[in-house]
C-alpha cells in the first residue's frame, strides 16, 4: 500500500509504549473488502497481552490525571493536528480495510479528529459546584473525577472516528485507554495510535491490542483494574458485555444498533426528502448504525417519492472505494452481503416490489446495488432487523399517528428522521418518536457537539458534546465541616 506516510502502516500493537507482537507470533490477516485481497497481518493477542495492557494503563494513570486539563488538552490538540495533516494516508488505510468511498473515508478522518479537537477543549469544562448545605456549619461541595482505567471496544464501520469518539474524552478526563479495534479494521486503529506516540502522550496513557475479541473483550470486562467499558456494535455483544461486566460493576457505553424509520409526510419538500433519503440510506453503503432502515411514506406522496428516490439511488456509482466518482462500496464481508441478500429475498416473496436493484452487483465479490423495494410490509424480516446494507425498503402509511405508531414499534431507539413542512406536526412527531436523535428535513445527524447515543436496545449513555466527557468523569461529594 502506498503511504506518503509509510511508518503509518503498522504490523504490531501498541502496549506500554512500546510496539510488539503477540505472545505466541500468531497474527490477523488484514482483507480489502473491495478485492478480497490480503494488505497486512497485525497481531493476534489474547487475555496474557491485554492484561499487560490494562497493567500499563493502570500505571500510566496517576501521572497522567495528575496533569492540568490544559496539559491533557494541548496534548491532544497535538495528536489532532496530526491526524489532520495525515488525513490523506488515514482515508487511504480506511478505503483500503473498511471499503468506503475515498471522499467518505477523508471525511471520516477529519469528523474523528473534530471529537479530538472538541475533548480537547471540553475538558476544561469538567466544572463541579457547591452547594447551599442545610447546615451552617458545613460547606457542600461536589467536584468531578476521571473514572480510572478505561476499555474501548470499537466497530469496523468507523475505524477512526469510533476511536477518537471514546479515546478523546477518556484522555481528556484523565483516564488511560485500552481499545481494542473490530478484526476488519485494525490498521486505522494502529495508525491513530503512532499519530498519539508522535503527539507526545507518555506510554501507557494510550493502548491498542488487536485480536482475539472473545479473549480481549473477556479480560477486559472482567479485570477489576478497568473502570468502564465503552463499546459500538451489535446489541447482541453489547448484551454479552454488559453481563460480563456485571460481576465488576463497571461504568458502561453502549451505542448499539438500530432501527431507524425515515419518514415522509405528504406535506414534504419531495426534493429535500429525497435528497436527504440518499444520504440517510447509501452512507457507507448502508453500514452505519443511524442508516435509515425503514421508510415509511405517506399514502399521497408514496409513487412520487418512490420513482424519484429510485432514479437518485439508481445513479449511484459502485466499485472499489479508491476508485474516482464512487458513491458505494462493497458491504464489509461475505455475512453482510448475505443478510442484505436474505432481507431482499424475503421481501419478495412476501410481495415487495422492486425498483431498483434488488441483487448482487456485476463486478461480484462484496459489492450490492443500490436496492429500493416499494410495497413492503410489517410482516416482512426488514421490518423487524437493521439490515446494515444498501436496501431502502418503502413502507405504506395513511395517518400520522399510524405513523408515529409504526415507527416506535421496535425494540431499538437510536435515529429517526422525518421530512414534514408543518411546524405543528414537526414539535409533536419530534416529541413522540422513541428515539435518541431525531433528525427534523434532514438526513445527517451526526457531528462532535451534539449528544450520539440512543435509548431502548439501542444503548446507553452519550458520545460527543458535553454529555460525551461525563460519562469518563465521577462525581465526588465533599463534605467540610467549618465550625
Ligand atoms: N452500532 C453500530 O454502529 C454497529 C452495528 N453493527 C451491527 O452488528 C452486525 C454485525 O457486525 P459485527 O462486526 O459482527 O459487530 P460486532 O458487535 O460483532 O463487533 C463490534 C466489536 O465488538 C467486537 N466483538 C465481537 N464479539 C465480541 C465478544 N464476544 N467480546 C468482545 N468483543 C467482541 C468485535 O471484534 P471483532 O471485529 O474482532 O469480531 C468488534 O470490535 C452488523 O451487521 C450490524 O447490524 C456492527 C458494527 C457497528
Ligand atoms: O454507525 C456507527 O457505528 C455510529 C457512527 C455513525 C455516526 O457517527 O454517524
Given at each position: 500500500m502506498n503511504l506518503q506516510n509509510p511508518g503509518l502502516l503498522r504490523s504490531t500493537n501498541l502496549i506500554d509504549g512500546k510496539w510488539v507482537g503477540a505472545d505466541s507470533g500468531a497474527t490477523l490477516t488484514v482483507v480489502d473488502p473491495a478485492s478480497g485481497e490480503r494488505i497486512a497481518e497485525v497481531p493476534r493477542c489474547g487475555a496474557a497481552e491485554t492484561r499487560r495492557a490494562i497493567a500499563a494503563a493502570d500505571a500510566a494513570l496517576p501521572a497522567w490525571r495528575a496533569l492540568t486539563a490544559r496539559q491533557r488538552g494541548q496534548l491532544l490538540l497535538a495528536w489532532q493536528r496530526l491526524i489532520l495533516d495525515h488525513a490523506d494516508d488515514l482515508a487511504a488505510l480506511i478505503t483500503a480495510e473498511g471499503g468506503k468511498p475515498l471522499s467518505e473515508a477523508r471525511g471520516e478522518a477529519t469528523y474523528g479528529a473534530s471529537f479530538v479537537e472538541w475533548f480537547a477543549e471540553e475538558g476544561k469544562r469538567t466544572y463541579g459546584e457547591s452547594i447551599p448545605s442545610p447546615n451552617p456549619a458545613t460547606r457542600l461541595l461536589v467536584v468531578k473525577q476521571p473514572v480510572g482505567v478505561c476499555a474501548a471496544i470499537t466497530p469496523w464501520n468507523f475505524p477512526l472516528a469510533m476511536i477518537t469518539r471514546k479515546v478523546a474524552p477518556a484522555l481528556a478526563a484523565g483516564c488511560t485507554v485500552v481499545v481494542k479495534p473490530a478484526e476488519a479494521t485494525p490498521l486505522t486503529a494502529l495508525a491513530l495510535a503512532a499519530l498519539a506516540e508522535q503527539a507526545g502522550f507518555p506510554a501507557g496513557v494510550l493502548n491498542v491490542v488487536t485480536g482475539d475479541p472473545v479473549a480481549i473483550g473477556g479480560e477486559l470486562c472482567a479485570s477489576p483494574i478497568v473502570k468502564k467499558l465503552s463499546f459500538t456494535g451489535s446489541t447482541a455483544v453489547g448484551r454479552k458485555l454488559m453481563a460480563q461486566c456485571a460481576p465488576t460493576i463497571k461504568k458502561l457505553s453502549l451505542e448499539l444498533g438500530g432501527n431507524a424509520p425515515f419518514i415522509v409526510f405528504d406535506d414534504a419538500d419531495v426534493d429535500a426528502a429525497v435528497e436527504g433519503a440518499l444520504v440517510a440510506k447509501y452512507r457507507n453503503t448502508g453500514q452505519t448504525c443511524v442508516c435509515a432502515n425503514r421508510f415509511l411514506v405517506q399514502a399521497g406522496i408514496y409513487e412520487d417519492f418512490a420513482s424519484r428516490f429510485a432514479a437518485r439511488a439508481a445513479e449511484l456509482k459502485v466499485g472499489a472505494?479508491?476508485?474516482?466518482?464512487?458513491?458505494q462500496g462493497p458491504l464489509i464481508n461475505a455475512a453482510g452481503l448475505a443478510k442484505v441478500e436474505a432481507h431482499v429475498a424475503d421481501a419478495l416473496a412476501k410481495g415487495a416490489r422492486v425498483l431498483c436493484g434488488g441483487a448482487r452487483h456485476a463486478r461480484g465479490g462484496n459489492f450490492y446495488q443500490p436496492t429500493v423495494l416499494a410495497?413492503?410490509?410489517?410482516?416482512?424480516q426488514v421490518a423487524r432487523e437493521e439490515t446494515f446494507g444498501p436496501l431502502a425498503p418503502l413502507f405504506r402509511f395513511e395517518r400520522e399517528e399510524e405513523a408515529v405508531a409504526m415507527a416506535n414499534d421496535t425494540e431499538f431507539g437510536l435515529a429517526a428522521y422525518f421530512y414534514s413542512r408543518d411546524i405543528g406536526r414537526a414539535w409533536r412527531v419530534g416529541e413522540a418518536l422513541e428515539y435518541g436523535m431525531v433528525g427534523i428535513n434532514t438526513g445527517l445527524i451526526s457531528n462532535e457537539v451534539a449528544p450520539f447515543g440512543g435509548i431502548k436496545q439501542s444503548g446507553v449513555g452519550r458520545e460527543?458534546?458535553?454529555?460525551?466527557i461525563e460519562e469518563y468523569l465521577e462525581v465526588k461529594y465533599l463534605c467540610f465541616a467549618v465550625g
Amino acid at each position: 500500500m502506498n503511504l506518503q506516510n509509510p511508518g503509518l502502516l503498522r504490523s504490531t500493537n501498541l502496549i506500554d509504549g512500546k510496539w510488539v507482537g503477540a505472545d505466541s507470533g500468531a497474527t490477523l490477516t488484514v482483507v480489502d473488502p473491495a478485492s478480497g485481497e490480503r494488505i497486512a497481518e497485525v497481531p493476534r493477542c489474547g487475555a496474557a497481552e491485554t492484561r499487560r495492557a490494562i497493567a500499563a494503563a493502570d500505571a500510566a494513570l496517576p501521572a497522567w490525571r495528575a496533569l492540568t486539563a490544559r496539559q491533557r488538552g494541548q496534548l491532544l490538540l497535538a495528536w489532532q493536528r496530526l491526524i489532520l495533516d495525515h488525513a490523506d494516508d488515514l482515508a487511504a488505510l480506511i478505503t483500503a480495510e473498511g471499503g468506503k468511498p475515498l471522499s467518505e473515508a477523508r471525511g471520516e478522518a477529519t469528523y474523528g479528529a473534530s471529537f479530538v479537537e472538541w475533548f480537547a477543549e471540553e475538558g476544561k469544562r469538567t466544572y463541579g459546584e457547591s452547594i447551599p448545605s442545610p447546615n451552617p456549619a458545613t460547606r457542600l461541595l461536589v467536584v468531578k473525577q476521571p473514572v480510572g482505567v478505561c476499555a474501548a471496544i470499537t466497530p469496523w464501520n468507523f475505524p477512526l472516528a469510533m476511536i477518537t469518539r471514546k479515546v478523546a474524552p477518556a484522555l481528556a478526563a484523565g483516564c488511560t485507554v485500552v481499545v481494542k479495534p473490530a478484526e476488519a479494521t485494525p490498521l486505522t486503529a494502529l495508525a491513530l495510535a503512532a499519530l498519539a506516540e508522535q503527539a507526545g502522550f507518555p506510554a501507557g496513557v494510550l493502548n491498542v491490542v488487536t485480536g482475539d475479541p472473545v479473549a480481549i473483550g473477556g479480560e477486559l470486562c472482567a479485570s477489576p483494574i478497568v473502570k468502564k467499558l465503552s463499546f459500538t456494535g451489535s446489541t447482541a455483544v453489547g448484551r454479552k458485555l454488559m453481563a460480563q461486566c456485571a460481576p465488576t460493576i463497571k461504568k458502561l457505553s453502549l451505542e448499539l444498533g438500530g432501527n431507524a424509520p425515515f419518514i415522509v409526510f405528504d406535506d414534504a419538500d419531495v426534493d429535500a426528502a429525497v435528497e436527504g433519503a440518499l444520504v440517510a440510506k447509501y452512507r457507507n453503503t448502508g453500514q452505519t448504525c443511524v442508516c435509515a432502515n425503514r421508510f415509511l411514506v405517506q399514502a399521497g406522496i408514496y409513487e412520487d417519492f418512490a420513482s424519484r428516490f429510485a432514479a437518485r439511488a439508481a445513479e449511484l456509482k459502485v466499485g472499489a472505494g479508491s476508485e474516482p466518482g464512487v458513491a458505494q462500496g462493497p458491504l464489509i464481508n461475505a455475512a453482510g452481503l448475505a443478510k442484505v441478500e436474505a432481507h431482499v429475498a424475503d421481501a419478495l416473496a412476501k410481495g415487495a416490489r422492486v425498483l431498483c436493484g434488488g441483487a448482487r452487483h456485476a463486478r461480484g465479490g462484496n459489492f450490492y446495488q443500490p436496492t429500493v423495494l416499494a410495497d413492503v410490509t410489517r410482516d416482512m424480516q426488514v421490518a423487524r432487523e437493521e439490515t446494515f446494507g444498501p436496501l431502502a425498503p418503502l413502507f405504506r402509511f395513511e395517518r400520522e399517528e399510524e405513523a408515529v405508531a409504526m415507527a416506535n414499534d421496535t425494540e431499538f431507539g437510536l435515529a429517526a428522521y422525518f421530512y414534514s413542512r408543518d411546524i405543528g406536526r414537526a414539535w409533536r412527531v419530534g416529541e413522540a418518536l422513541e428515539y435518541g436523535m431525531v433528525g427534523i428535513n434532514t438526513g445527517l445527524i451526526s457531528n462532535e457537539v451534539a449528544p450520539f447515543g440512543g435509548i431502548k436496545q439501542s444503548g446507553v449513555g452519550r458520545e460527543g458534546s458535553k454529555y460525551g466527557i461525563e460519562e469518563y468523569l465521577e462525581v465526588k461529594y465533599l463534605c467540610f465541616a467549618v465550625g
